[in-house]
């Protein structure tokens, strides 16, 4: 039995197999074309910083700029390698100890700040979001407290825990509490009523439906905030050091503004902003490899 038309249609196939392969490239070059190259953006991002240093090294230098324009005096912003020099200074000359003690003072601070402050969040949103009254009730205390400034509570921590770095992890504890509790409990909270419904017919009790089916959820969204949660933890202990004076480069910034060293000033404020970058960018890849199941 012959079967009609097979040996002409397999080159006829494998010739569209290749016109198809082919194309594919030049489809996603199309798709990609709106994009712009990872290249390009990195360029447009070293020539904006490029042009903010020239711009903050040479303005001052003009008498004209700098006599009329108080933010483009030198005496009030200094000079970026004024800057680099004292950053050199601080992190590698012969003072280098004081700052790096002060720099690991701050860091533990941030760190049980954040890590009781999650704890805290995380575990109050997921009992509140296995009960939605609770949770209607109790919600406008949480504003209500996460509204009040964090200065206003500094003096009675410092009175109840003292000058130590307890106060400080206080401080960034409350700050990161509220930010975790309302992003756990929306998480929690945005489970399916399908999937409640199934489990419950499936026999899940209130424990297992928390811990098994709510509880994902609202980890998904801790994480999701994590690295943010760390900068305001890292900002409640710096604004705790800098207002009541205790260690940490907080403290340091407010030793440096008390004798006008506008330079000092500034590169304590840099080393601590690359410290937060650092931070930010380790949670962020913890976030990344943490929630690598979490859409799939």
């Known amino acids: 039995m ?11 196939a494998r010739a569209t197999d290749v016109q198809i392969a082919t194309l594919i490239p030049s489809v996603r070059r199309r798709r990609r074309g709106g994009e712009p190259s990872r290249s390009l953006v990195l360029s447009i ?13 040479w303005l001052p ?9 108080l933010v483009l005096n030198s005496d009030y912003v200094s000079s970026p390698s004024l800057v680099i020099a004292r950053v050199g200074e601080l992190m590698f000359g012969e003072g280098s100890a004081v700052l790096w003690s002060a720099l690991g003072t701050t860091l533990l601070g941030t760190f049980y700040g954040l890590v009781v402050g999650t704890l805290v969040g995380t575990i109050g949103g997921l009992l509140l979001s296995q009960n939605p009254f609770a949770a209607q009730v109790a919600r406008p205390y949480i504003a209500l407290l996460n509204a009040i400034p964090l200065i206003a509570f500094l003096p009675i921590i410092v009175v109840i825990f003292g000058i130590s770095i307890t106060a400080t ?3 960034a504890g409350l700050l990161v ?10 998480g929690g909270m945005s489970v399916r009523s399908e999937i409640l419904s199934n489990s419950t017919l499936l026999g899940a009790g209130p424990g297992s439906i928390m811990l098994r ?20 933890a890292l900002v409640g202990v710096v604004a705790t050091e800098f207002m009541v004076g205790v260690p940490g480069i907080g403290q340091l910034i407010t030793l440096a503004l008390s004798f006008d060293d506008t330079t000092l000033t500034i590169a304590l404020a840099v080393i601590l902003g ?3 970058v650092v931070l930010y960018a380790v949670l962020t890849e913890v976030q990344r490899r943490a929630m690598h199941w979490w859409g799939k």
């Open 2 to 12: 012959t079967v009609i038309g097979t040996t002409d249609a397999r080159p006829d």
């Open 45 to 57: 991002q070293v020539a904006v910083i490029a042009l903010f240093l020239a711009a903050w090294e």
């Open 61 to 69: 230098t003009i008498p004209a700029i700098s006599q009329n324009i």
């Open 169 to 171: 992890s206080v401080a």
């Open 177 to 186: 509490v509220c930010l975790v509790f309302f992003n756990a409990l929306e």
């Open 213 to 232: 089916v709510r509880f994902p959820y609202v980890l998904a969204w801790v994480l999701a905030v994590l690295p943010a949660a760390m900068s305001f």
């Open 274 to 276: 690359l410290t937060g």
